[in-house]
């Protein structure tokens, strides 16, 4: 067992990751909507994504597809 000093220097850094995995956890369900949205509309071939332009957030240059 730690001593309850380490413990108290860690909580901080475990709140960090606690909330990084709740918000990974909103962003996939979010994600597995628009997936679940999205999907049967392409492969019903109601819209084409040839004409879709994407914005690459890390590099900010826009990429066509």
Known sequence: ICPQETLLKLLPQLDLFENKIYE??????????????LLPKLMKGEF??????FLTSSLNVEERI
Do not use: P
Request: proline content about 0%.
């Open 24 to 37: 990974n956890s909103k962003q996939i369900r979010t994600l597995e909507q628009t997936r679940d949205t």
């Open 48 to 53: 084409d994504v040839n004409d879709v332009c």
